[in-house]
């Protein structure tokens, strides 16, 4: 077994994604024709009570959606059922008129009100090319206030917005269903304050992560998440997605480090919740309604958030283990015997290994042999020193409790870099190998491997089915890919992932958030009293229903 | 300097106060008469609208309120302004009467259904003595069917209700302020599962944080969260006040380790949001409208949480500095170079000090000769002989600098107890001698000894004005300590407290909450057009407003 030492003492930065956008795929592989006919969702089921007093119907739990890459028209089944029904445009929203782009000219100036044809095409279309709308407008304003002009006149006239930042998202959330007004605060990129003592930074939601760390990096801090995107998306679309990624499972949830933001509800109203304190117990947080809600409460603005004091020592191990069980043990060893220094423990299957290999150029497996799993484990601490011995002995005690079976640790940038592409490159690696149905799903960690394997036995050699993903959260990222994307197929897949999830307590969406892909599944996940509570949230803040429409919640919730 | 070393691998457990109902005061010594007079508070300012439409008034935003202990009749007056007015009981609230206690005998049996006067006598007031309820029916529910029934029953009669927990609160939330039925929590004591991969415990919402933490230490855990009142008070309570504590600045608050929790609503409804993953992004997360919001938007009935691996060494310091600057800057330093062992820095002033050393038997400065600042240093990580000696290496280097004039390591568990009784057994000698104004402030580090030494120049000979807490979180504890309670010294006190933590972006609740103590202080830290939204979601959730009322959110807003 290789057991090198990486000694450094330096920076450490892994290589990010630089924008999402010129690693997009080639447009005609994917995109397909757009579709206006469309047919209202009916169910037949019992009635719950919200909190408005109004009735609505709870047996929608398991509509399964059937999903063409670049369709608007989007095709919705019942399970058991051969019921049919489509996404319907809200006929009470208004149309966009000459006037509207007149008066959006008028507060916001003739630039940034954007109407050329190329750019709204860019703007429309979701970095996957799965989601696309047919809006006619996207407005860039450059402080709160204009948001809160722009919000307050689209309510008064009802017209649909969908708020935009980096559009890196996975389930349609950032894009336009169909007409809706594209608000992108991708010039709202400021960082407000930075205080070296709490390490709490204050910036506009337009910031890009990356850049954000850039900043830090300076001042010897460090962002709390990290993740893929991180090349284009914004800090505001990660706070309204409550984006997840590589460092949670050392600090924690957005929930846990977002101190305080700025929102502009649906009427204009700017709420002003952008504490730096890291303990505020004066009323409701109310903050936690704006993280991960997908941008259907508010426009998230400004962030405040407590980053972490970048420490010099990070080692990188690349592991294989023989079997899921190991990779299970080895988590529970590493969180007890690296504890305080453990910050990230991420794995891979072969199937998904074999697909980087077969994809990106210049990638080569770290370890001798070929094995079932691949786990990363990586540390970051104060002591150079102990920490590189600490981890050295952890794998050399799991090599001998034959935990593991290989292990590399990197001697240098360069070399940790590599092996964090093989992690990072699998998105990009699915996307060459051809239709790809993608899952998020958080389960307890036993169980995260056995509904991979059943899924495989169900689909056989219809299609490569691979998981991956945060194993220290419980997070997997189960992906299917197949020459084409076809209705058998996408029939033996859904719903049985999100009923397998379900009746394991996980969750079908971990990360990525429910859009306008998961809107309908969301009682796998949650139950209808909670879910109407969050319909009765959602008709208190935007009463109209304006923003981002048709998106995280049931469709059935919004009748018209 | 004594630098002693700690050598220990096992067990390290503070000494908690076993039980704060055992350790009260004599209750004659501060439990004064209560009136039944009341006049309700009004106020002439500008109005704003809340999201249902109805407009209230918002230059509310300064009324300071005169406590007097064991007083129900409270007494409030506006800086700069002679106008008094008092809490009124709300006329629409229905009184209890005896079929109301028949139908809660029927449904939760007689022995659940309190009467008893003594037992109401303790249930009705808080552990400091000073505030005090009339209830007359305090209902010991089973399991959330019981709870749900009680509500339900309580809504359909408007009957006002109180959750209780330990009662170990301080700012009147757990009590009543006049006839609430209190419902307390402490039969729902279970552990439900606790699952050793993953960390996650799921237990019922009485279980005493205490035995949580007794619990979770066979399996080779421990709770994200530590306080003085772990004896008493109820993880329920601690997650509906968002309880900080000793551990927060390395675990975070619980917004971030709270993964789940179930909750009944004013109406009965039972929300089962009591999720056990880490990561779950579908639907608004609505658990955290749950935490800190004092049980006036539910009673939380169910709670899962992330616990943490119980590393196997823990080490102590007790440092004395010579300024409020050197504190400062051995936080920045601790930060960055304990970094990832780091689990408390807590400070005290000299004033607490002596304030210890005068009224609590066998407590001794650790350090040789007095000086003006004390810092304690916890760290817990998984190497003892490399966290000791890290540990060792930054005294030395901070005493070098001259930031640390002296120190001492704990050489055991017993020295480690008495080093912690100094820091907890401030709030038990601060009873001991006399009366005592408690605030508790978050402040932007570097503000945070500038109120002690404003408030100290202010009040002269008056009273004596301690400062101490959770420095590495930011939160100041700022108590004043005096002979009697008094409105001369009040008045000097409030609203200064208040405009000062404003004027420097502070809370004037950093874990506390509001209570009845502070509700109607809100507008301090929190903007109006935030609070009325914090009130339509009051009015949504709770629409009789039966739950807890007169807490958390200013009275004015709900007049009747």
Redesign the interface.
């Known amino acids: 077994m290789m057991m090198q030492k990486l000694r450094r003492s330096g920076a450490f930065i892994r290589f990010g994604c630089k924008s999402l956008i010129t690693s997009r795929p080639d447009k005609n592989s994917v995109s397909r024709s757009v579709s206006g006919f469309v047919n209202h969702y009916k169910s037949k089921g019992k009635l719950f009570e919200l909190?408005d007093g109004n009735y609505y119907n709870t047996e929608l739990h398991h509509p399964c959606i059937s999903r063409h890459l670049g369709m608007l028209l989007q095709q919705y089944k019942c399970f058991g059922s051969s019921a049919v029904s489509l996404i319907q445009r809200n006929p009470l929203f208004s149309s966009l008129d000459s006037k509207d782009v007149s008066y959006f000219k008028e507060i916001l100036g003739e630039k940034n009100v954007i109407e050329d044809k190329e750019r709204l095409e860019t703007a429309n279309t979701d970095w996957m090319h799965k989601y696309k709308g047919s809006s006619k407008l996207m407005l860039l304003p450059k402080n709160t206030q204009e948001v809160s002009q722009i919000l307050q006149y689209c309510d008064s006239r009802r017209l649909a917005v969908v708020p935009q930042g980096g559009n890196t998202g996975l389930v349609g959330g950032s894009v336009p269903v169909f007409d809706e007004v594209i608000i992108n605060v991708g010039l709202m990129n400021k960082v407000l304050a930075f205080?070296?003592?709490?390490?709490v930074l204050v910036c506009e939601a337009g910031c890009i992560l990356e850049n954000l760390a850039t900043f830090l990096d300076t001042k010897?801090f460090i962002m709390p998440l990290d993740l893929g995107a991180k090349g284009s998306c914004h800090i505001g679309g990660n706070v309204s997605?409550?984006a997840?990624g590589l460092r949670?499972i050392r600090y924690?949830?957005l929930?846990?480090?977002v101190l305080g933001l700025e929102a502009v509800t649906a009427n204009g109203?700017?709420?002003?919740?952008l504490?730096?304190?890291?303990?505020?117990?004066?009323?409701?947080?109310?903050k936690?309604?704006f993280?991960?809600?997908e941008g259907s409460?508010g426009i998230v603005t400004k962030v405040s958030i407590l980053t972490q004091?970048k420490?010099s020592s990070v080692n990188l191990a690349f592991i294989a283990c023989k079997d899921y069980l190991s990779c299970?043990k080895l988590?529970?060893e590493a969180?007890?015997?690296?504890?305080?220094?453990l910050s990230a423990f991420e794995f891979l299957d072969n199937n998904s290994m074999d697909l980087v290999l077969n994809h990106l150029d210049g990638v080569r497996n770290p370890v001798s042999s070929s094995e079932n799993f691949y786990i990363l484990i990586e540390t970051?601490?104060?002591?150079e020193t102990?920490d590189r011995e600490?981890l050295e002995a952890f794998l050399l005690k799991s090599l001998e409790k034959g935990l593991v079976s290989d292990g590399v640790i990197a001697q240098d940038i360069n070399q940790a870099s590599s092996f964090w592409r093989i992690r990072e490159g699998i998105t990009e690696a699915l996307q060459r190998a051809g239709a790809v149905y993608k899952y998020d799903l958080?389960?307890?960690?036993?169980e995260i491997y056995n509904i991979v394997n059943d899924l495989r036995g169900r689909l056989g050699d219809l299609a490569n089915v691979m998981g991956y993903g945060?194993l220290g959260?419980?997070?997997l990222h189960l992906n299917i890919s197949a020459t084409e994307y076809n209705d058998k197929l996408l029939g033996l897949i859904e719903p049985y992932v999100y009923e397998w999830t379900s009746k394991h307590?996980?969750?079908?969406?971990?990360?990525?958030?429910?859009g306008v892909m998961?809107a309908n599944e969301?009682f796998?996940?949650?139950?209808p009293?909670?879910?109407a509570?969050?319909a009765?949230?959602k008709k208190?803040?935007d009463p109209k229903g304006i923003l981002n429409p048709y998106k995280?919640?049931p469709h059935s919730l919004f009748s018209y």
């Open positions: 909190s205080d070296e003592v709490s390490g010897g997605t409550n997840g949670l924690g949830s929930h846990g480090t109203n700017v709420l002003d919740m504490g730096t304190l890291r303990k505020d117990n004066t009323g409701y947080d109310l936690h309604l993280i991960g809600s409460l004091p420490l299970q988590l529970v969180k007890r015997n690296l504890g305080e220094i970051t601490g104060s002591d102990n600490k958080s389960l307890p960690v036993e945060h959260d419980g997070n307590r996980g969750s079908i969406s971990a990360e990525h958030g429910l998961k969301i796998y996940s949650k139950s009293e909670t879910v509570l969050m009765s949230i208190l803040l995280v919640l």
